[in-house]
């Protein structure tokens, strides 16, 4: 069967940075790239429920035309 994912492109926002939990250090590009994909997935998902019901969004499904098998 087809393999699928939901393609998004979203933008990058900046914001204020969050404070590293625990123990644990986290990068600023680290951080960076969390809150991006975070907020990506948020708009992602506010689409998604606001599509609801119409043929076609902001976001499409991919499916791959040939999968690959060894990526299973």
């Known amino acids: 069967s087809p393999v699928s994912r939901v393609v998004y ?3 990058r926002s900046g914001g204020p940075r969050s404070p590293g939990a ?5 990068t600023p ?3 960076e790239n ?3 994909i975070y907020e990506a997935w948020q ?3 506010r689409d998604l429920r ?3 019901g119409s043929e076609r969004g902001l ?3 991919y499916v791959e035309k040939m999968p ?3 990526l299973k």
């Open 9 to 11: 492109n979203g933008k």
């Open 22 to 26: 625990g123990s644990e250090i986290f």
């Open 29 to 31: 590009a680290h951080e």
């Open 34 to 36: 969390v809150r991006f």
């Open 43 to 45: 708009c992602v998902e």
């Open 50 to 52: 606001s599509q609801m």
């Open 59 to 61: 976001v499409e499904e």
């Open 68 to 70: 690959n098998p060894s």
